[in-house]
């Protein structure tokens, strides 16, 4: 079986430079589009996507400034157009409440705290997984893990209560020795604990994926030839995993800082009777208890708007500082 | 490219919010204070849309209630009527409707709305929710503008529910032009309801809504079993005291048992704090106040709070709203639990099939010491409503309102037994006397899916399994009576301005708290203090100038 004869290699070069001879800029848009119209049309599902359920829906932010009564008028449309304008009224409104600035400082104190106790664990589970040998066991130890993250929270968190609340498991075995159980589920001091483990429990090992995905990207070779000069375990994995792990590493802290004021929902709604305003009052929930529930939508969209200014700002700064270090970020200007 | 460009704007509008955001200060003069302003509707304004009332009971009852008390039957009716012959929907169009259930949520290929639909002569589509949370639902439904044919909206959400006069209207069907005065007869069922709830079912001058009276006038009857407080020899509690130690008694966590569901609507009223409407009272000197600001609702917090400290409540309740209580109370792993009257059958009966020696009584309505009144809170003569969407044409109108004259036939009619028990053979089977006896598989279909639709004259029907329920029921009733708080906001509809509904989550909150223990009891004062500053003072002078207006 002999290899295809690859084309003699003094014509390749003419292939790249007939390339070249076209710049770019030289094709008319009627050319372009002949040229890249299955492209497009590739893209066209995905844009009408991002369009009907991204764009068009971001336009309803504009009652973020009107005092929004969805039954004026005959049809939603109208309730837009005939609902009194407010100016910054839904603003200043959410400022001037210690609440909503007690829900921002709980969301980021929980951001803040799951960036060092979870956001580290799925890279650790990555690379653990990475050194078993066996293909079988790793299969399975990676099904087990991702499982819980098709739960949804209703099952984690009644799991969770069932294991761990004062009539569960911990606690039933507990009694029967004699002692006295802990509160695990209902203490509001350690309620931030709680939320993260949960979290872990949940989805640490989905977020392993990408990080295997960059891990299978290492050039063994790289190994090999550290591992013949010397280098232990340890040497190994500082000097070649976490190097070819950086950039998704980053990748991801950037993606994460943008999310900072957004820790979950359902998590919180769920366990907010257990430990009480104070400690599980997140920003998503201040906005449904304090915006939707009482039909204050303008409030809402507010809140929503404060946290989406706050997300852009954080992920263009993070990734400013990324170029700063010479790293790529999640985008780059061309 | 286009999508590119598009972001490219949106981006630079958002950074053109934040500068002006960050400038806030300096534009906030202009700025308005969001949130819907409340409003009221008075009672004389109700009268002229009625319809006329045209009693439509078939059977004399066995047990007779006090009014608002229904009344109690003991026996089955041995005939059954026939009242309704006609089809309601001729034109076949199937007809969407949402309903709360507090249960497990029914099969969609369910056996007995097939058989009513039939016998109906409509098609009538349930999506059935959670009735726990079957308000933040209607809030996103109505707030969508986007209604079933008919909505069934409970009273107690609708004060949950900002703009809801607003939203009558704009969402839903006037029905003066085809109900007030005679024109009811086209419905004969429905001319059969009460006319005081009829009376609560109108909004802004127009009748809007079908009622569903009320059984019971009580928001809550305090459950226990009975079965195992007579096993152990341990009587009902008279006393604050005694339930206390009805709650030691009770309590041994390493069985696995604890004395108490949630019981804080129960407490409350034993201690006396009234206030039907909302938590506001009048009192005799015509000061206009909230049940937080009485003496009596701060020594129910401090009851309520030593019964968390002490851990005389199921860990799963104290630390849910949501818990599910009914399990716990048929499985015997808590043994007292406040809630609406409604859940008594709704209770008792699947759990008699799992264990037939067990009794759910109402504990008899007793004050916090001897000689001293509790206070009954009282309900609307409306339980809830079912609205019908608006701008379908008459057709359709008059199709939708012979649906709901079906579902209100009273008890003692064919329809009615269809509706409450299912078909003969497949869901129950009679027992000697000629008393439907149902099965798991009515269990398993029955939602109240039909009888929470439409109103129906209410009365208290047990069934074999459960013999003496409706004496039970209407004889507690008939005690409670004495105690009935008198409501001055009668036949009024009051909607409290959103600012004012926003302050009341806190505040339940921050109770919440002190009652699970993760506040002090002495902090109530500062949480009064906040109330009253946040909205309670504004929201109290809004309740008093409703009365005044009402010339009340």
């Known amino acids: ?334 | 490219m286009g999508a590119s460009t598009s972001r490219r704007n949106f981006l630079g509008l958002v950074g053109l919010g934040a500068a002006t955001m960050a400038s806030g200060g300096a534009l906030a003069g202009c700025s308005k204070e969001p949130g819907a302003k409340g409003g009221a509707t008075n009672a004389q304004q109700a009268a002229g849309v009625l319809p006329q009332f045209k009693e439509s009971t078939l059977v004399q009852p066995d047990v007779k209630g006090v009014r608002p008390m229904a009344d109690g039957y003991v026996k089955y009716p041995t005939s059954l009527a026939d009242a309704i012959t006609e089809k309601a929907a001729p034109s076949g169009k199937p007809i969407t409707a949402s309903t709360p259930w507090w249960g497990p949520a029914p099969p969609t290929a369910n056996k007995l709305v097939e058989a009513v639909n039939a016998d109906m002569g409509a098609t009538v589509n349930f999506t059935i929710q959670d009735g726990n949370t079957y308000g933040d639902k209607l809030n996103a439904m109505l707030g969508a503008r986007d209604v079933p044919d008919l909505t069934c909206i409970p009273g107690w959400e609708i004060a949950k529910l900002a703009r809801f006069s607003e939203a009558v209207p704009a969402l839903f069907e006037d029905l003066g032009p085809y109900l007030t005065g005679d024109k009811v007869n086209a419905y004969p069922m429905l001319a059969g309801l009460d006319t005081a709830a009829w009376q609560d079912s109108v909004w802004g001058g127009k009748l809007m809504g079908v009622p569903f009276p009320v059984d019971a006038p009580y928001p809550s009857v305090l459950f226990y079993r009975k079965d195992v407080a007579d096993e152990r020899g341990i009587a009902a509690p008279t006393t604050l005291d005694e339930l206390y130690e009805f709650g030691k008694k009770f309590t041994n966590p390493a069985k696995g048992e604890w004395a108490f569901g949630d019981i804080w609507l129960e407490v409350q009223q034993i201690c006396g704090a009234g206030g039907s409407e909302n938590g506001w009272i009048k009192q005799a000197d015509g000061k206009v106040v909230h049940r937080h600001e009485l003496p009596e609702y701060k020594q129910a917090i401090e009851f309520m709070a030593r019964l968390y400290a002490e851990k005389l409540i199921h860990p799963d309740l104290a630390s849910s709203e949501g818990g599910d209580v009914t399990t716990l109370f048929k499985g015997g792993k808590i043994f007292m639990y406040a809630t609406g009257g409604g859940s008594w059958k709704e209770t008792w009966k699947p759990a008699v099939a799992v264990n037939p020696k067990f009794n759910m009584q109402g504990v008899k309505v007793f004050g916090a010491e001897k000689g001293k009144n509790p206070v009954r809170w009282r309900t609307r003569p409306g339980v809830m409503w079912t609205f019908l969407k608006k701008g379908q044409g008459a057709e359709r109108v008059q199709e939708l309102l012979r649906v709901l004259n079906y579902t209100a036939a009273p008890f003692g009619t064919k329809e009615w037994e269809l509706q409450n028990f299912g078909v003969e053979g497949t869901h129950f089977k009679r027992d000697s006397s000629g008393a439907p006896a149902t099965n798991d598989l009515w269990t398993k279909e029955f939602a109240n899916q039909y009888i929470f639709l439409g109103g129906r004259p209410p009365v208290v029907v047990g069934g074999p399994d459960i013999p003496t329920y409706a004496a039970d029921f209407v004889n507690w009733g008939n005690d409670a009576a004495q105690y009935l708080e008198t409501n001055p906001w009668d036949g009024i509809k009051v909607e409290v301005p959103s600012s004012q509904a926003a302050i009341e989550q806190p505040t339940a909150d921050k109770v919440t708290d002190i009652l699970r223990g993760r506040a002090p009891v002495s902090s109530y004062d500062k949480v009064l203090s906040d109330w009253r500053a946040g909205g309670g003072d504004a929201a109290r002078d809004f309740y008093a100038k409703v009365l005044a207006d009402n010339g009340r």
């Open chain 1, 1 to 334: 079986m002999s290899a295809p004869p690859i084309a003699p290699v003094e014509k390749r070069p003419k292939v790249k430079k007939n390339v070249k001879a076209v710049p770019r800029q030289q094709l008319s848009f009627g050319q372009r589009l002949r040229r890249d119209w299955p492209l497009l049309l590739m893209c066209l599902p995905a844009m009408m996507l991002l369009l009907v359920f991204h764009y068009v829906p971001a336009l309803g932010n504009i009652i973020a400034f009107q005092d929004y009564n969805p039954f004026v008028g005959d049809d939603p449309l109208e309730a837009f157009l005939y609902s009194e304008w407010i100016g910054f009224g839904n603003f200043e409104y959410l400022f001037k409440n210690p609440a909503f600035w007690d829900s921002v400082l709980t969301t980021l104190s929980i951001t803040a705290f799951q960036l060092v106790f979870y956001f580290p664990i799925p890279i650790l589970l990555a690379i653990l997984l990475n050194s078993i040998m066996s293909p079988k066991i790793r299969s399975l130890v990676q099904a087990v893990v991702y499982l819980p993250h098709f739960f949804s929270w209703v099952l984690v968190v009644s799991l969770f209560q069932m294991m761990l609340g004062g009539a569960g498991l911990l606690a039933q075995t507990v009694r029967q020795a004699g002692y006295t159980p802990p509160e695990i589920m209902t203490n509001p001091d350690t309620f931030i604990f709680l939320v993260t483990s949960e979290a872990i429990w949940k989805d640490a090992g989905w977020g392993m994926i990408v990080f295997l995905a960059a891990l299978a990207a290492i050039d063994p070779a790289l190994y090999e030839a550290s591992a013949a000069d010397g280098a232990g375990r340890w040497r190994r994995m500082w000097h070649i995993t976490l190097p070819g792990l950086r950039s998704v590493i980053i990748l991801l802290l950037i993606l994460r800082l943008g999310d900072a004021l957004n820790v979950g929902f359902e998590q919180f709604v769920l366990q907010r009777e257990m430990v009480g305003r104070d400690a599980a009052e997140v920003l998503d929930t201040y906005v449904y208890y304090q915006g939707i529930a009482v039909q204050q939508w303008g409030v809402g969209a507010a809140a929503g708007l404060f946290k989406a200014v706050i997300g852009i700002l954080l992920i263009v700064g993070a990734n400013k500082l990324a170029h700063r270090f010479g790293e790529q970020g999640i985008y780059s200007k061309s």
